[in-house]
């Protein structure tokens, strides 16, 4: 992570505690869940789980339970004082109990450990996670442009992974070839999914044995890591020549993808991105196809966490310039099987510029 972000999202977080009367944030995290702590100390747990109390002054510890934790935290963030123990929760709880802050807040009780978050302590904090949420979606100018440098990466993986693509090739193999390119760039992570195959297909998942065909469709998410945030890029390829039942489909899809994006502006709801992807598939009779039963979410934030505020016909979040999000119409077709199609974008002060380079064809390599 870059020193500029890091002081920029530091002196952020120390003005809203001061704005919300916060003498104390609580802020829990583990490897999976590290975005909250990236955020406010920039710090990643590899092993574990981490604790972190941080005062509206800026003054922050950090409690753990591995030594390697506490010494690349030191070394990492010398400003933070670190504590390692066999027991961090309750080290932190005791911390805590003895600062007595007259008002402390609970960041991410989702993560938090079930004892801290529902106990005597949790208990007397207040609960803010959603105002943390806020911080975070609301990017500035710098941390678009992070958002902007994963997207070019993911142009590039992706170029990587549909040449990548070929019959006999396994879905691991195909993804060791694509990590392995993304590693040689200097990123440190990349959260992909895939589904390989025909009609019978209803999503993507972690890869595995199968082996790619002749006339597969194979669909891909890809989400790059550059500078701590994340960006996505959704694509679906047909190993040969596509059909015309998977071009027909296929356009379906370009077409809600083009509506959503067009929704997007300062002003508008995650909700009215949603609904604008949606309504394409309910002119087409594909309305079935929009809900929970064959499909997840119409896109969502990116940044810190591969998955941010989801794009919900029933998300009213209300989107402001330099936010950033991937906007997907990701679904099942019935005549051709699981199709995707996604573009990250940014807010900007009318509308929002697509930073995702890809062409938006259904993209067709040899069989």
């Keep these: 992570m870059s020193a500029q972000l890091h002081q920029e999202?530091?002196?952020?977080?120390?003005?809203?505690?001061?704005?919300?009367?916060?003498?104390?944030?609580?802020?829990?995290?583990?490897?999976?869940?590290?975005?909250?702590?990236?955020?406010?100390?920039?710090?990643?747990?590899?092993?574990?789980?981490?604790?972190?109390?941080?005062?509206?002054?800026?003054?922050?510890?950090?409690?753990?339970?591995?030594?390697?934790?506490?010494?690349?935290?030191?070394?990492?963030?010398p400003a933070v004082q670190v504590s390692c123990s066999a027991d961090p929760l309750a080290q932190a709880e005791a911390w805590i109990a003895a600062r007595g802050a007259a008002q402390a807040a609970l960041v991410a009780s989702g993560v938090a450990p079930t004892r801290l978050a529902r106990g005597p302590l949790?208990?007397?904090?207040t609960a803010a996670t959603a105002w943390f949420d806020r911080l975070m979606v609301r990017k500035s100018a710098a941390e678009a442009d992070a958002v902007a440098r994963a997207t070019a990466l993911a142009d590039a993986g992706y170029a990587v992974f549909r040449d990548?693509?070929?019959?006999?090739?396994?879905?691991?193999?195909?993804?060791?070839e694509v990590e392995a390119w993304f590693r040689s760039q200097g990123c440190p992570e990349n959260f992909v999914i895939l589904g390989t195959g025909g009609r019978e297909v209803r999503g993507m998942h972690p890869p595995g044995d199968r082996r790619i065909a002749a006339g597969d469709l194979v669909t891909t998410e890809?989400?790059?890591?550059?500078?701590?945030?994340?960006?996505?890029?959704?694509?679906?390829?047909?190993?040969?020549?596509?059909?015309?039942?998977?071009?027909?489909?296929?356009?379906?899809?370009?077409?809600?993808?083009?509506?959503?994006?067009?929704?997007?502006?300062?002003g508008a709801t995650h909700g009215d991105v949603a609904r604008a992807q949606n309504?394409?598939?309910?002119?087409?009779?594909?309305?079935?196809?929009?809900?929970?039963?064959?499909?997840?979410?119409?896109?969502?934030?990116?940044?810190?966490?591969?998955?941010?505020?989801?794009?919900?016909?029933?998300?009213?979040?209300?989107?402001?310039?330099?936010?950033?999000?991937?906007?997907?119409?990701?679904?099942?077709?019935?005549?051709?099987?699981?199709?995707?199609?996604?573009?990250?974008?940014?807010?900007?002060?009318?509308?929002?510029?697509?930073?995702?380079?890809?062409?938006?064809?259904?993209?067709?390599v040899p069989a």
Aim: hydrophobic share 40%; aromatic share 8%; with cysteine.
């Design 9 to 77: 999202r530091s002196g952020c977080l120390r003005r809203a505690m001061a704005d919300a009367g916060l003498d104390l944030l609580v802020v829990p995290g583990d490897a999976w869940h590290s975005d909250y702590l990236r955020y406010a100390l920039d710090l990643t747990p590899m092993e574990g789980e981490a604790i972190a109390c941080i005062e509206r002054d800026g003054a922050a510890r950090v409690f753990v339970a591995s030594h390697a934790e506490a010494a690349r935290f030191a070394a990492e963030q």
């Design 122 to 125: 949790g208990a007397g904090m």
């Design 164 to 176: 990548a693509a070929r019959v006999g090739c396994s879905e691991y193999e195909l993804i060791a």
């Design 222 to 266: 890809l989400t790059p890591c550059v500078d701590g945030y994340y960006a996505q890029i959704c694509r679906t390829l047909v190993v040969g020549e596509p059909t015309d039942t998977q071009l027909r489909a296929y356009a379906v899809y370009r077409e809600a993808l083009e509506a959503g994006i067009a929704a997007v502006r300062p």
């Design 279 to 364: 309504d394409v598939f309910r002119r087409h009779g594909l309305g079935d196809y929009v809900t929970s039963a064959y499909t997840r979410v119409r896109g969502h934030g990116v940044g810190l966490f591969v998955d941010g505020p989801h794009v919900l016909e029933n998300v009213e979040l209300v989107l402001e310039p330099d936010m950033t999000l991937i906007v997907h119409p990701n679904t099942y077709h019935p005549e051709a099987g699981y199709m995707v199609l996604g573009d990250t974008v940014r807010v900007t002060a009318s509308g929002c510029d697509v930073l995702t380079g890809t062409t938006r064809d259904l993209i067709s």
